[in-house]
């Protein structure tokens, strides 16, 4: 079975850091773009961050450029988001998803990042 | 960057009633269009790729056509687990982004 499971959200204070995880099982995880979306609460959804499969080549909202980076560790199946100098405006669920636009589109349940004083 | 506006931003509906969802690019976007469908605590999940095509498990019921600029989302015959927030996304060109999501409530 395909999952997506993230891990590392909590309460941190404004311009603080966290490093999100998302531990990827049952299926060949160095073949797909991973991404990163998420959802401030009570509002829509906004993409992140994408990596490929061998972490060539990354892409990122403006907004987070700068302060998230994403990456990847092929040989344990994981996807991270480093999230660095972190605002109110970065309160979200984050997700991890599989090639989320393609038919092997696959998103875990998400975890929550509150970022308060 | 291109921005994707959903209408309505709210649809009252009965069930067994056609709902018609839309989804304007600001520049085209080819026929890189997905549509999710996601409901209250639960993470998005995938019903339409590449602006037409049913993702695995999607009920026929659903359907996407357009491409370009203009597309559309149609849900033929509403279900009572069809009552949720719809969201459209591009991936023609980085970077990717949302629609703001229609909702579809029970009228």
């Known amino acids: 079975e395909v999952q997506l499971v993230e891990s590392g959200g909590g309460l941190v204070q404004p311009g603080g850091s966290l490093r999100l995880s998302c531990a990827a099982s049952g299926f060949t995880f160095s073949s797909y773009w991973m991404s990163w979306v998420r959802q401030a609460p009570g509002k829509g959804l906004e993409w992140v961050a994408t990596i490929k499969g061998d972490g060539s080549e990354k892409y990122y909202v403006d907004s987070v450029k700068g302060r998230f980076t994403i990456s990847r560790d092929n040989a344990k199946n994981s996807l991270y988001l480093q999230v660095n100098s972190l605002r109110d405006a970065d309160t979200a669920v984050y997700y991890c998803?599989?090639?989320?636009?393609?038919?092997?589109?696959?998103w875990g349940q998400g975890t929550l990042v509150t970022v308060s004083s | 960057e291109i921005v994707l506006t959903q209408s309505p931003a709210t649809l009252s509906l009965s069930p067994g009633e056609r709902a018609t969802l839309s989804c304007r690019a600001s520049q085209s976007v080819s026929s890189y269009l997905a549509w999710y469908q996601q409901k209250p605590g639960q993470a998005p999940r995938l019903l339409i790729y590449?602006?037409?095509n049913r993702a695995t498990g999607i009920p026929a019921r659903f359907s996407g056509s357009g491409s370009g600029t203009d597309f559309t989302l149609t849900i033929s015959s509403l279900d009572p687990e069809d009552f949720a927030v719809y969201y459209c996304?591009?991936?023609?060109?980085?970077?990717?982004?949302f629609g703001q999501g229609t909702k579809v409530e029970i009228k």
């Open positions: 998803a599989r090639a989320p636009t393609t038919p092997e589109a696959t």
């Open positions: 996304q591009h991936r023609s060109s980085w970077p990717w982004t």
């Open positions: 590449d602006a037409s």
